[in-house]
């Protein structure tokens, strides 16, 4: 419920704060007052679109700032709520209720923040969501329209609808994906059999010359050998020579007498060996090292000359070999294994390609089943609403009974929606093309006969402007059902309406005041007269610009302003004594 609101800079009001209680509260005051000010602070703290222009004629901004209680609020609600503080990091004030505060700037610019958190005004909106529901004077107009009465319908029939509803969206949305890829399949399947051609043709290049993972590296390393093979041959047997001196030529044969590295190794190793002096001796070691290194070295070179191909043609293999694997790097990619990655991935895409007629009908297929599924969950949803439908037409006929519409009757249909010629979606139910929109194949419209023996016309042509707001009235008595969450505010609902009706609209608001907080605006005595909480708007000419306080009024403070709303006789015995009288006129009425 909302606890308390204070306005600074907003219209006429410079600044004004308001505590709120639960039952029912009015607000009155002079046309002009600014009591249209205090609905429009709770749409900006519905999160509703800033207006610059609302802010106070010299004021730099306008602050609006709320504090709501969850304190009777139902699990379902109090979760919601936790879980949109704990995602923005907003807190509970000490006391566990929630401040939302909305800032609009002169320049237009707007601010938002939730329990001392800055937070987007969405997350006023989701706050304010499930605790307060604002309606304001074009809510009238709202509900001529369809869509409006197929959200009300639905409403009344609570989880039964919801269920359905949630069913058929979910199987609807699987039957458009899967007419969406068949139309997509057909429409392009000669790209697609063009790109699996292309796909095809170069897997089969690829395979046919089978690169390896860093041949292409190898290769070049290989060739640039191969290339200087006359000059390494002759490195590698000059260094052997070198090493075992005429022990070997670089082709293995006998070498003749020359010297080399390992003779004088061995013969310095012997000396040292035979001398007496430990000095000397402590060296042979270290020759022993040298002498296996060399070995080791010689053995090295031996096998290097071994390996150097002795085929005259293998450069020219190579060469060939190197320019079949830049034919496929020029095409696919910038070396061996990027066109090794291009080949999985086009195997991959190819095993998803498939163009075939089988493949085209079992698409076709799966569309039918999909909408054949879709079609008996519009008929079950639309059977549902149908049954709901005269249950809703017979509890607000029976609510306009107490508001002074005894006669009235309003009916509730559910009509198939025929789908049109450019329909891009329709689905075939009972054997009618229907359009299948996200909330069904129905069309629901409410239907109001303002007497006896009338006909029942859509109240978009049948209802007056006080007709209509006791429709509403009377919709959203049937709709709240017993949860009291949420806190409901309504603007003038009772325009256009006098009399008799207006005493009815007032019980009818005191009794949904017995499980909601009810705030109303409202200009007529009759309605202000059953209330638990009367606010009014004062307005104060000043020398630069009007401003407005709102106040709580005592008991003989009401009595004087439902005089002045009465006929304007605030001070006069006349006007006290009507106010008196419509007062226990109420009270009596609600112990009924």
Same mark, same amino acid.
């Given at each position: 419920?909302?606890?308390?609101?204070?306005?600074?800079?907003?219209?006429?009001?410079?600044?004004?704060?308001?505590?709120?209680?639960?039952?029912?509260?009015?607000?009155?005051?002079?046309?002009?007052?600014?009591?249209?000010?205090?609905?429009?602070?709770?749409?900006?703290?519905?999160?509703?679109?800033?207006?610059?222009?609302?802010?106070?004629?010299?004021?730099?901004?306008?602050?609006?700032?709320? +504090?709501?209680?969850?304190?009777?609020?139902?699990?379902?609600?109090?979760?919601?709520?936790?879980?949109?503080?704990?995602?923005?990091?907003?807190?509970?004030?000490?006391?566990?209720?929630?401040?939302?505060?909305?800032?609009?700037?002169?320049?237009?610019?707007?601010?938002?923040?939730?329990?001392?958190?800055?937070?987007?005004?969405?997350?006023?909106?989701?706050?304010?969501?499930?605790?307060?529901? /604002?309606?304001?004077?074009?809510?009238?107009?709202?509900?001529?329209?369809?869509?409006?009465?197929?959200?009300?319908?639905?409403?009344?029939?609570?989880?039964?609808?919801?269920? $359905?509803?949630?069913?058929?969206?979910?199987?609807?949305?699987?039957?458009?994906?899967?007419?969406?890829?068949?139309?997509?399949?057909?429409?392009?399947? +000669?790209?697609?059999?063009?790109?699996?051609?292309?796909?095809?043709?170069?897997?089969?290049?690829?395979?046919?010359?089978?690169?390896?993972?860093?041949?292409?590296?190898?290769?070049?390393?290989?060739?640039?050998?191969?290339?200087?093979?006359?000059?390494?041959?002759?490195?590698?047997?000059?260094?052997?020579?070198?090493?075992?001196?005429?022990?070997?030529?670089?082709?293995?044969?006998?070498?003749?007498?020359?010297?080399?590295?390992?003779?004088?190794?061995?013969?310095?190793?012997?000396?040292?060996?035979?001398?007496?002096?430990?000095?000397?001796?402590?060296?042979?070691?270290?020759?022993?090292?040298?002498?296996?290194?060399?070995?080791?070295?010689?053995?090295?070179?031996?096998?290097?000359?071994?390996?150097?191909?002795?085929?005259?043609?293998?450069?020219?293999?190579?060469?060939?070999?190197?320019?079949?694997?830049?034919?496929?790097?020029?095409?696919?990619?910038?070396?061996?294994?990027? /066109?090794?990655?291009?080949?999985?991935?086009?195997?991959?895409?190819?095993?998803?390609?498939?163009?075939?007629?089988?493949?085209?009908?079992?698409?076709?297929?799966?569309?039918?089943?999909?909408?054949?599924?879709?079609?008996?969950?519009?008929?079950?949803?639309?059977?549902?609403?149908?049954?709901?439908?005269?249950?809703?037409?017979?509890?607000?006929?029976?609510?306009?009974?107490?508001?002074?519409?005894?006669?009235?009757?309003?009916?509730?249909?559910?009509?198939?929606?025929?789908?049109?010629?450019?329909?891009?979606?329709?689905?075939?139910?009972?054997? +009618?093309?229907?359009?299948?929109?996200?909330?069904?194949?129905?069309?629901?419209?409410?239907?109001?006969?303002?007497?006896?023996?009338?006909?029942?016309?859509?109240?978009?042509?049948?209802?007056?402007?006080?007709?209509?707001?006791?429709?509403? $009235?009377?919709?959203?008595?049937?709709?709240?059902?017993?949860?009291?969450?949420?806190?409901?505010?309504?603007?003038?609902?009772?325009?256009?309406?006098?009399?008799?009706?207006?005493?009815?609209?007032?019980?009818?608001?005191?009794?949904?005041?017995?499980?909601?907080?009810?705030?109303?605006?409202?200009?007529?005595?009759?309605?202000?007269?059953?209330?638990?909480?009367?606010?009014?708007?004062?307005?104060?000419?000043?020398?630069?610009?009007?401003?407005?306080?709102?106040?709580?009024?005592?008991?003989?403070?009401?009595?004087?302003?439902?005089?002045?709303?009465?006929?304007?006789?605030?001070?006069?015995?006349?006007?006290?004594?009507?106010?008196?009288?419509?007062?226990?006129?109420?009270?009596?009425?609600?112990?009924?």
């Amino acid at each position: 419920m909302l606890a308390e609101i204070r306005i600074d800079g907003l219209g006429v009001i410079s600044k004004a704060a308001a505590q709120f209680h639960e039952g029912l509260t009015v607000l009155t005051g002079e046309t002009g007052a600014g009591k249209t000010m205090v609905v429009t602070s709770l749409h900006l703290l519905s999160g509703a679109r800033a207006d610059a222009g609302r802010v106070r004629l010299g004021a730099d901004r306008a602050v609006v700032e709320g +504090r709501f209680s969850t304190a009777n609020a139902s699990a379902r609600v109090v979760s919601e709520v936790d879980r949109l503080l704990e995602s923005t990091g907003a807190e509970r004030d000490e006391d566990g209720t929630i401040i939302a505060l909305r800032t609009v700037g002169s320049d237009g610019r707007s601010r938002a923040h939730l329990g001392g958190r800055s937070v987007p005004a969405g997350a006023l909106s989701e706050l304010t969501g499930p605790l307060l529901t /604002v309606h304001g004077q074009n809510d009238q107009l709202r509900l001529q329209r369809p869509d409006q009465q197929r959200q009300a319908l639905d409403e009344f029939g609570g989880a039964p609808i919801g269920s $359905l509803l949630d069913k058929y969206r979910a199987l609807r949305a699987e039957w458009i994906e899967a007419r969406d890829e068949l139309a997509e399949r057909t429409r392009s399947s +000669r790209e697609l059999a063009q790109e699996v051609d292309r796909l095809e043709f170069g897997l089969n290049e690829i395979d046919a010359v089978a690169p390896q993972p860093g041949e292409d590296l190898s290769i070049v390393a290989d060739v640039r050998r191969l290339s200087d093979l006359d000059s390494l041959r002759s490195a590698a047997a000059d260094a052997q020579v070198a090493m075992l001196g005429g022990a070997a030529e670089a082709d293995g044969s006998d070498g003749g007498d020359g010297v080399g590295a390992l003779d004088l190794l061995g013969e310095a190793r012997a000396r040292i060996e035979s001398s007496d002096d430990p000095a000397l001796t402590a060296l042979g070691p270290r020759l022993a090292e040298a002498i296996a290194v060399v070995t080791d070295v010689s053995s090295d070179l031996t096998g290097y000359l071994a390996d150097l191909p002795s085929d005259p043609g293998a450069l020219d293999t190579l060469l060939n070999r190197q320019a079949e694997l830049k034919t496929l790097t020029r095409k696919y990619a910038a070396d061996v294994d990027g /066109v090794l990655s291009w080949a999985n991935q086009a195997r991959d895409r190819l095993s998803k390609i498939d163009v075939s007629a089988e493949a085209l009908a079992a698409l076709a297929a799966r569309v039918d089943d999909c909408a054949a599924a879709v079609a008996v969950a519009a008929t079950a949803l639309s059977q549902a609403r149908t049954k709901y439908a005269v249950k809703l037409g017979k509890a607000v006929t029976t609510e306009l009974g107490g508001l002074a519409m005894g006669k009235a009757r309003l009916e509730v249909t559910v009509q198939p929606l025929v789908a049109g010629a450019q329909d891009a979606a329709p689905l075939t139910v009972d054997g +009618r093309e229907l359009h299948a929109g996200s909330a069904g194949v129905d069309e629901v419209e409410f239907r109001l006969a303002a007497h006896s023996g009338a006909q029942a016309l859509p109240i978009s042509k049948s209802a007056s402007g006080g007709e209509l707001s006791r429709v509403m $009235l009377a919709l959203e008595v049937v709709l709240a059902g017993a949860e009291g969450s949420a806190t409901m505010v309504f603007d003038e609902v009772d325009a256009g309406v006098g009399g008799r009706a207006a005493v009815e609209i007032g019980r009818r608001l005191a009794r949904l005041a017995r499980t909601h907080q009810v705030i109303v605006v409202t200009h007529l005595p009759q309605v202000a007269a059953f209330a638990d909480t009367h606010l009014v708007v004062d307005k104060v000419d000043g020398r630069k610009a009007a401003d407005s306080g709102v106040r709580t009024l005592t008991d003989g403070e009401r009595v004087v302003e439902l005089a002045r709303m009465l006929a304007g006789l605030d001070n006069t015995q006349t006007g006290r004594a009507h106010a008196e009288e419509l007062l226990a006129t109420a009270k009596a009425a609600r112990t009924e």
